[in-house]
Nanobody, 121 residues
C-alpha cells in the first residue's frame, strides 16, 4: 500500500506565494515520476507540473515562469513552489506519483487526498 501525504495549501492574496509538499510512503520499489494536478469547482482535473525520476520537468502553460516543481528522491518527496499567485490558481491541488512496486511490475498511479489553495483578489 502506498500513501501520499500533502501539506502546504491555504489562503493567500494575489501576488503571494505558497509551497506545497507531498511525501510518498509504503512499499515502493522506484518512483518513475511525480506531479501536481489541480481541480477547480466544475472543472476537470488538469496537470500543473510534473518531474521524472531523472529530473525532467513539464509545466502547464498557465503556470510557466511562476511555479517550480522539484523533488527529493531520497525522501520520496515532491514540492511545488508557487509564486505570483492569481485568483485563477484557486483549486484543490492533488499530488500524483507513478511508481513501480517491484522490479518487474508496471508503474501504477497513486493520488494524495488533495489540498485547497485559495487566492484572493
Amino acid at each position: 500500500q502506498v500513501q501520499l501525504v500533502e501539506s502546504g495549501g491555504g489562503l493567500v492574496q494575489a501576488g503571494g506565494s505558497l509551497r506545497l509538499s507531498c511525501t510518498a510512503s509504503g512499499n515502493i520499489f522506484r518512483i518513475n515520476a511525480m506531479g501536481w494536478y489541480r481541480q477547480a469547482p466544475g472543472k476537470q482535473r488538469d496537470l500543473v507540473a510534473a518531474i521524472t525520476g531523472g529530473g525532467s520537468t513539464n509545466y502547464a502553460d498557465s503556470v510557466k515562469g511562476r511555479f517550480t516543481i522539484s523533488s527529493d528522491n531520497a525522501k520520496n518527496t515532491v514540492y511545488l513552489q508557487m509564486n505570483s499567485l492569481k485568483p485563477e490558481d484557486t483549486a484543490v491541488y492533488y499530488c500524483n506519483i507513478n511508481a513501480k512496486l517491484t522490479r518487474w511490475s508496471n508503474g501504477y498511479d497513486f493520488w494524495g487526498q488533495g489540498t485547497q489553495v485559495t487566492v484572493s483578489s
